[in-house]
T-cell receptor, first 108, second 116 residues
Framework: RKEVEQDPGPFNVPEGATVAFNCTYS??????FFWYRQDCRKEPKLLMS???SGNEDGRFTAQLNRASQYISLLIRDSKLSDSATYLC?????????FGAGTTVTVRA | EAGVTQFPSHSVIEKGQTVTLRCDPI?????LYWYRRVMGKEIKFLLH????????ESGMPNNRFLAERTGGTYSTLKVQPAELEDSGVYFC??????????????FGEGSRLTVL
């Protein structure tokens, strides 16, 4: 079983829509969780951390469900610039474990 | 401030040849990581340096891969001899402190390796 699993998508949404997707992780001892964003043929960049109580950063909301071992990301009022691959990242030990990514395409 | 830089951005070689990838981390970052993404798969850890020392090389696929970080500055990753399954994007990343605290690694744009 993979350490981190994501729905690859793609999620094709119109501008202004809300899009949400999850990832699941296998190691129940994992303590730290993050979302990274990767644009086509570019490097991954940290988008936001995911806290136990859930957290927002502008139009982005991240949630953690430890009991079910999943993390979610919700994007409100989608912009064209949100088109990217979103990587779920879990730290089960001291190094990052990546999901394969969820592709989001926002169309005009 | 310069980010993580990698060279070459793209390399095309034949099976059996040797390739050396280079990574210059952000100045002052003691932690340097190599990751690899094979097409369609997730980014996978290869190894981790703290300064010039290998902290963890558990992700290195086999002994055809050799990573070095002389003087604790830039790092090289050599593949010798290259096989078809080595094709992918090799990412280098660096961090100042323990990544487990902040979760933030600064990645280079990657070196795309194609083995024919």
């Amino acid at each position: 079983r993979k350490e981190v699993e994501q729905d690859p998508g793609p999620f094709n949404v119109p501008e202004g829509a809300t899009v949400a997707f999850n990832c699941t992780y296998s190691n129940s001892a994992s303590q730290s969780f993050f979302w990274y964003r990767q644009d086509c043929r570019k490097e991954p960049k940290l988008l936001m951390s995911v806290y136990s109580s859930g957290n927002e950063d502008g139009r982005f909301t991240a949630q953690l469900n430890r009991a079910s071992q999943y993390i979610s990301l919700l994007i409100r009022d989608s912009k064209l610039s949100d088109s990217a691959t979103y990587l779920c990242v879990v730290i089960p030990d001291y190094k990052l474990s990546f999901g394969a990514g969820t592709t989001v395409t926002v169309r005009a | 401030e310069a980010g993580v830089t990698q060279f070459p951005s793209h390399s095309v070689i034949e099976k059996g040849q040797t390739v050396t990838l280079r990574c210059d981390p952000i100045s002052g970052h003691d932690n340097l990581y190599w990751y690899r993404r094979v097409m369609g798969k997730e980014i996978k850890f290869l190894l981790h340096f703290v300064k010039e020392s290998k902290q963890d090389e558990s992700g290195m696929p086999n002994n055809r891969f050799l990573a070095e970080r002389t003087g604790g500055t830039y790092s090289t990753l050599k593949v010798q001899p290259a096989e078809l399954e080595d094709s992918g994007v090799y990412f280098c990343a660096s961090s100042q402190g323990q990544v487990s605290n902040t979760g933030e690694l600064f990645f280079g744009e990657g070196s795309r390796l194609t083995v024919l």
